[in-house]
Nanobody
Framework: QVRLVESGGDFVQAGGSLRLSCAAS?????MGWYRQAPGNERELVAR???????EYVDSVKGRFTVSRDNAKNTVYLQMNSLQPDDTAVYFC?????????WGQGTLVTVSS
């Protein structure tokens, strides 16, 4: 059983920065971040593929960076120039042995 523990969500003003962390219970190559705003579907934000390429949704390109520390089984999401539209619950996701696993979510609120 894979366990994902997120941290780092907070309240921030527009233009500010946050860094989210997701610690996995084991090393997983395909990990990433999704988000869900009220009334919206969950959407991909950024991720590492199985081949360790990175992918980003267009709306965060140039502002968000996904990185990882394999020694700590941890993936990070550095979020800069935050905007009110970035307000959402952010979920860590991992694909391991053919199954998807999700963290509990961490709330990011950006005020205008």
């Amino acid at each position: 059983q894979v366990r994902l523990v997120e941290s780092g969500g907070d309240f921030v003003q527009a233009g500010g920065s946050l860094r989210l962390s997701c610690a996995a219970s084991t090393f997983i190559s395909a990990m990433g971040w999704y988000r869900q705003a009220p009334g919206n579907e969950r959407e991909l934000v950024a991720r590492f593929t199985d081949r360790q390429n990175t992918e980003y949704v267009d709306s965060v390109k140039g502002r968000f960076t996904v990185s990882r520390d394999n020694a700590k089984n941890t993936v990070y999401l550095q979020m800069n120039s935050l905007q009110p539209d970035d307000t959402a619950v952010y979920f860590c996701q991992a694909r391991y042995m053919g199954s998807d696993y999700w963290g509990q979510g961490t709330l990011v609120t950006v005020s205008s």
